[in-house]
């Protein structure tokens, strides 16, 4: 089985005590990593545009990226968008 992970995932942060923060896949990690499964490792790699208009309108995507100038912040009450959120996020998605 494969596992895709990458220390950049941690990179995404938000406020303190925000349930999206790297203790989070830390914890995560160190579960896989003491689990008798045979897990091989996959690099990531970043999203094209192409991939994520499978998914997202054109829209959403630039509405990102102009939140993303004005980082670090919040989209919205749930989702705060970090300094580096949009490369990790494509890293994730690819």
């Given at each position: 089985m494969g596992v895709v992970t990458d220390p950049r995932y941690?990179?995404?942060k938000?406020?303190?005590r925000h349930p999206e923060n790297p203790d989070?896949?830390?914890?995560v990690t160190s579960i896989l990593e003491?689990?008798?499964q045979d897990l091989t490792p996959?690099?990531?790699?970043?999203?094209?545009?192409?991939?994520l208009?499978?998914?997202h309108k054109q829209q959403h995507l630039l509405s990102l990226e102009e939140a993303?100038?004005?980082a670090p912040g919040r989209i919205d009450a749930d989702t705060?968008?970090?300094t580096r959120s949009l490369e990790i996020a494509r890293l994730a998605a690819g």
């Open positions: 941690r990179e995404h938000g406020p303190r989070r896949l830390l914890a003491e689990s008798e996959v690099v990531p790699r970043p999203a094209e545009d192409e991939e208009f499978r998914i993303h100038q004005k705060y968008i970090g």
